[in-house]
């Protein structure tokens, strides 16, 4: 399936592939519907900053959070943002050792959305410290009372395997850039830009020796990212499963995390990937057999978080604690049922769709497909979060959790932020690697002599 | 005039057009005595490096090395601050509970075996360094697009530039030319 020939399409030679996604950049201004999405989406991270003062100023009171449920949208969304940000290194590091040859046209932009996805992640946790900026406690520094984080913490863990993916993400997708600035370098006319390429391309020329030591580190960096995208979800289910509540304390948390992670990462990258192909014409690159593949992984994962859900439900009733089944009927009939039945929908009835051939190569229906499993993966993380805070041990302690205008501006000026920045990758970096998509095409020419 | 009469040459540069061609240049270069050929090309081709007689080592065992110092330096420290600089008591359970320091070990030695690799990576491949006479050679800014150089240097100990010509001509390149240095 995944042979050079199925994942390009065209007639494409070194020079024409290497000009068309570079002229992206280079020479031809963008449309005006990106630039509407641009300025738009740029008024939505001014408001995002505009709240995040009113936050500082005010406190966390603004949000709905309180007492018993102090976690709220803030956390739902730290957990959905980095879930996201996981396919991006699945595909660039996981589809590499795998030697998958369908994921040289995606991983470039994949890997940026993985990088924004985890700075809006790495966001909402600092935010809903309260005291955003004592942030730095949790580092180890040498303060003049001696004291150091609390290493048994999974918060602190969490700190150190964010910032490890989000630095190591960005290394991978650095390095692999270096051979695309150079060519930017070479191609581009004016003389700041030309600089501008020259200096990031850190000299690259593109000599033998350089391509064997960037082809190893980079094998060297996929190999360790690999248990990295396994272990960031897993750090961050633990921040749940550790703690001793109804529906959190669960040993299922880490691969039902991971599961999901994935799952939403790659309606994510479909999300992104339909509109920029058409966009940017990049049907010969982002072909149907791209997206076969994705909605694949995409049927996988979520009959594995269908599973989590089965098994999260016959464990409380084989357990036997009567919190975890009172909490499990609650999911049901509860106040937040509604969530809990849209989440369901969302994340396992309509991906069964995927199982037909004509849904997975139908780029309209797995857009929308797509979005509907976001929404439903946000309603995933929104549910866990609070659904077993609202109902604790003690009916004294029970109370729910309403999102203000706050809650909500927070999460739309995050997907503001995150499409602002998404859209300047695509107007400022090559959306797809011109160095690999040459190497298809060499590959394209071995196999057809 | 001859400008390499006047001004000692860095090299002759044969550009190609494909990488096969770039290939068989590389191959026959090395089976010549040119041990310090240089090639070119837009992309990893497979097997140039071996033509050349290049291997990639060190990089991998620094990046062992960084991971396994990351391991251990976060190891150490999370022991040295619950067991040594600031122990708690809580209710007599132990300071030293290992279990515990494992996701933060394991961040540190991804993230220490990661510079180590891009770093080395960077020194083994002589970057940053934003000069390098080859950008000289005519046409070279197609290097990143689709043309293929070999450049064969004159202090390689077994270039004279009449037979170094003559080679890459054999090898049916667009074109020869002189390297200024």
Same mark, same amino acid.
């Given at each position: 399936?995944?042979?050079?020939?199925?994942?390009?399409?065209?007639?494409?030679?070194?020079?024409?592939?290497?000009?068309?996604?570079?002229?992206?950049?280079?020479?031809?201004?963008?449309?005006?519907?990106?630039?509407?999405?641009?300025?738009?989406?740029?008024?939505?991270?001014?408001?995002?900053?505009?709240?995040?003062?009113?936050?500082?100023?005010?406190?966390?009171?603004?949000?709905?959070?309180?007492?018993?449920?102090?976690?709220?949208?803030?956390?739902?969304?730290?957990?959905?943002?980095?879930?996201?940000?996981?396919?991006?290194?699945?595909?660039?590091?996981?589809?590499?050792?795998?030697?998958?040859?369908?994921?040289?046209?995606?991983?470039?932009?994949?890997?940026?959305?993985?990088?924004?996805?985890?700075?809006?992640?790495?966001?909402?946790?600092?935010?809903?410290?309260?005291?955003?900026?004592?942030?730095?406690?949790?580092?180890?520094?040498?303060?003049?009372?001696?004291?150091?984080?609390?290493?048994?913490?999974?918060?602190?863990?969490?700190?150190?395997?964010?910032?490890?993916?989000?630095?190591?993400?960005?290394?991978?997708?650095?390095?692999?850039?270096?051979?695309?600035?150079?060519?930017?370098?070479?191609?581009?006319?004016?003389?700041?830009?030309?600089?501008?390429?020259?200096?990031?391309?850190?000299?690259?020329?593109?000599?033998?020796?350089?391509?064997?030591?960037?082809?190893?580190?980079?094998?060297?960096?996929?190999?360790?990212?690999?248990?990295?995208?396994?272990?960031?979800?897993?750090?961050?289910?633990?921040?749940?499963?550790?703690?001793?509540?109804?529906?959190?304390?669960?040993?299922?948390?880490?691969?039902?995390?991971?599961?999901?992670?994935?799952?939403?990462?790659?309606?994510?990258?479909?999300?992104?990937?339909?509109?920029?192909?058409?966009?940017?014409?990049?049907?010969?690159?982002?072909?149907?057999?791209?997206?076969?593949?994705?909605?694949?992984?995409?049927?996988?994962?979520?009959?594995?978080?269908?599973?989590?859900?089965?098994?999260?439900?016959?464990?409380?009733?084989?357990?036997?604690?009567?919190?975890?089944?009172?909490?499990?009927?609650?999911?049901?009939?509860?106040?937040?049922?509604?969530?809990?039945?849209?989440?369901?929908?969302?994340?396992?009835?309509?991906?069964?769709?995927?199982?037909?051939?004509?849904?997975?190569?139908?780029?309209?229906?797995?857009?929308?497909?797509?979005?509907?499993?976001?929404?439903?993966?946000?309603?995933?993380?929104?549910?866990?979060?609070?659904?077993?805070?609202?109902?604790?041990?003690?009916?004294?302690?029970?109370?729910?959790?309403?999102?203000?205008?706050?809650?909500?501006?927070?999460?739309?000026?995050?997907?503001?932020?995150?499409?602002?920045?998404?859209?300047?990758?695509?107007?400022?970096?090559?959306?797809?690697?011109?160095?690999?998509?040459?190497?298809?095409?060499?590959?394209?020419?071995?196999?057809?002599? | 005039?001859?400008?390499?009469?006047?001004?000692? +040459? !860095?090299?002759?540069?044969?550009?190609?057009?494909?990488?096969? *061609?770039? $290939?068989?240049? &590389?191959? %026959? =270069?090395?089976?010549?005595?040119?041990?310090?050929?240089?090639?070119?090309?837009?992309?990893?081709?497979?097997?140039?490096?071996?033509?050349?007689?290049?291997?990639?080592?060190?990089?991998?065992?620094?990046?062992?090395?960084?991971?396994?110092?990351?391991?251990?330096?976060?190891?150490?420290?999370?022991?040295?601050?619950?067991?040594?600089?600031?122990?708690?008591?809580?209710?007599?359970?132990?300071?030293? +509970? !290992?279990?515990?320091?494992?996701?933060?070990?394991?961040?540190? *030695?991804? $993230?220490?075996? &990661?510079? %180590? =690799?891009?770093?080395?990576?960077?020194?083994?491949?002589?970057?940053?360094?934003?000069?390098?006479?080859?950008?000289?050679?005519?046409?070279?800014?197609?290097?990143?697009?689709?043309?293929?150089?070999?450049?064969?240097?004159?202090?390689?100990?077994?270039?004279?530039?009449?037979?170094?010509?003559?080679?890459?001509?054999?090898?049916?390149?667009?074109?020869?030319?002189?390297?200024?240095?």
């Amino acid at each position: 399936m995944s042979d050079a020939s199925s994942v390009l399409r065209g007639r494409w030679g070194y020079a024409s592939i290497t000009d068309h996604i570079a002229d992206r950049v280079l020479t031809q201004p963008p449309g005006p519907l990106w630039r509407l999405a641009f300025w738009g989406t740029f008024c939505g991270m001014l408001a995002f900053g505009a709240a995040t003062a009113h936050l500082l100023r005010t406190g966390v009171g603004i949000w709905g959070v309180n007492i018993p449920v102090g976690w709220g949208f803030a956390i739902a969304n730290c957990v959905w943002w980095i879930g996201i940000g996981h396919a991006g290194t699945f595909i660039s590091a996981v589809l590499l050792l795998l030697r998958q040859k369908w994921r040289t046209s995606i991983n470039r932009f994949a890997e940026a959305m993985t990088l924004f996805a985890a700075t809006m992640a790495s966001l909402f946790p600092l935010l809903h410290l309260g005291r955003a900026w004592k942030a730095y406690w949790l580092a180890p520094y040498p303060d003049n009372m001696g004291l150091w984080p609390q290493w048994r913490s999974p918060l602190v863990w969490d700190f150190f395997a964010i910032a490890t993916y989000i630095v190591v993400s960005f290394l991978f997708w650095y390095l692999g850039m270096i051979p695309d600035l150079a060519t930017l370098r070479d191609r581009a006319s004016g003389r700041v830009r030309r600089w501008a390429f020259a200096l990031a391309a850190l000299g690259w020329r593109g000599e033998a020796r350089q391509w064997m030591h960037h082809e190893r580190a980079y094998l060297l960096l996929a190999g360790l990212a690999t248990p990295l995208v396994v272990s960031v979800h897993s750090v961050v289910s633990l921040d749940f499963a550790i703690g001793n509540t109804p529906g959190y304390h669960s040993t299922i948390f880490p691969p039902f995390f991971v599961a999901g992670a994935l799952f939403s990462g790659f309606a994510m990258v479909l999300t992104l990937a339909i509109p920029l192909r058409r966009a940017f014409g990049l049907q010969d690159f982002i072909t149907d057999v791209h997206l076969d593949h994705a909605a694949k992984v995409m049927l996988a994962t979520s009959s594995v978080v269908a599973y989590g859900y089965l098994s999260e439900i016959f464990m409380a009733f084989y357990g036997g604690d009567r919190y975890d089944i009172a909490m499990t009927t609650d999911r049901w009939t509860g106040f937040y049922a509604p969530v809990y039945w849209t989440m369901l929908v969302c994340n396992v009835l309509v991906p069964q769709l995927l199982w037909w051939r004509s849904c997975r190569r139908n780029a309209l229906l797995l857009f929308a497909l797509s979005l509907v499993v976001n929404l439903g993966m946000w309603m995933e993380r929104v549910l866990i979060v609070v659904s077993s805070l609202h109902r604790d041990y003690l009916p004294s302690a029970w109370g729910y959790f309403i999102p203000t205008v706050w809650d909500w501006a927070f999460l739309a000026g995050s997907l503001c932020t995150f499409a602002w920045l998404f859209l300047a990758f695509i107007r400022l970096l090559p959306a797809l690697s011109m160095s690999e998509m040459r190497e298809l095409v060499h590959e394209r020419q071995e196999a057809r002599p | 005039m001859n400008p390499g009469a006047t001004q000692p +040459s !860095w090299g002759l540069a044969a550009e190609f057009a494909g990488a096969d *061609a770039l $290939l068989a240049a &590389a191959h %026959a =270069a090395h089976a010549a005595g040119y041990h310090h050929a240089e090639a070119y090309a837009p992309f990893a081709i497979e097997g140039l490096p071996q033509a050349l007689g290049l291997r990639s080592r060190g990089i991998g065992r620094a990046c062992l090395g960084g991971s396994v110092l990351g391991a251990l330096g976060g190891f150490f420290m999370q022991w040295y601050a619950v067991a040594v600089s600031y122990p708690i008591d809580i209710g007599g359970r132990p300071a030293f +509970s !290992w279990p515990m320091f494992v996701p933060v070990s394991f961040s540190l *030695a991804v $993230l220490c075996g &990661a510079f %180590a =690799a891009v770093g080395v990576m960077l020194w083994r491949a002589g970057m940053p360094s934003l000069y390098h006479p080859i950008f000289n050679t005519p046409d070279f800014d197609l290097a990143t697009r689709n043309r293929f150089f070999l450049a064969l240097r004159s202090d390689d100990p077994a270039f004279d530039a009449q037979e170094a010509r003559t080679l890459l001509a054999r090898q049916d390149p667009m074109r020869v030319c002189e390297i200024r240095p």
